[in-house]
């Protein structure tokens, strides 16, 4: 492969790592997010409809490792 080629291919890698930790962030809210929901909902006081839907979000929230889950807490964490 020649210079430019590796040139290519680097800068090619890193925008794709770029895309790909953007998309990482915009995961974590989501997770942060459900986590919270999770968190401070009232199972029982749920229509039947979305039991099934709610238990998976638990399911999938409770999954998730304790580093990923710090993670996606603190990314929508406001800060004071």
């Known amino acids: 492969m020649t210079v430019v080629g590796e040139n290519t ?17 915009r995961l974590l809210k989501v997770a942060g997010a459900a ?15 979305v039991a099934t839907e709610a238990e998976l979000l638990a399911e999938s929230v409770n999954a998730l490792s304790e580093d990923t889950l710090r993670d996606a807490l603190a990314s929508i964490t406001r800060p004071k």
Do not use: C, N
């Open 35 to 49: 986590a919270q929901f999770v968190a401070l909902m009232e199972s029982r006081a749920l229509p039947e409809s």
């Open 9 to 25: 291919g680097t800068y090619m890698l890193g925008k794709e790592l770029d895309i790909l930790m953007a998309e990482r962030g």
